[in-house]
């Protein structure tokens, strides 16, 4: 049986760009590293129901930083 549905795209990795950016930005900016890298390892998992709502909660906490 062949199946249409597309596997998951994985999300990209935040550390790659922000991390350096992040951390140059002292106290704030690590802070804001942590809830970013939660948000990619909720998308990445199918743990939760609502997924969406999670990571959008840990970005929006992020940008409070």
């Known amino acids: 049986m062949v199946s249409n549905e597309m ?4 999300p990209p990795v935040a550390d790659e760009v922000l991390a350096p950016a992040l951390t140059a930005q002292d106290a704030p900016g690590v802070r ?3 809830p970013l890298r939660d948000a990619r390892r909720i998308l990445a998992g199918d743990f939760l129901q609502q ?3 999670v990571a ?3 970005l929006r906490s ?3 930083c």
Request: proline share 12%; glycine share 6%; charged share 20%.
């Open 7 to 10: 596997p998951p795209a994985e």
């Open 32 to 34: 804001a590293l942590g």
């Open 51 to 53: 997924l969406a709502e």
């Open 56 to 58: 959008e909660s840990c």
């Open 62 to 64: 992020a940008a409070a």
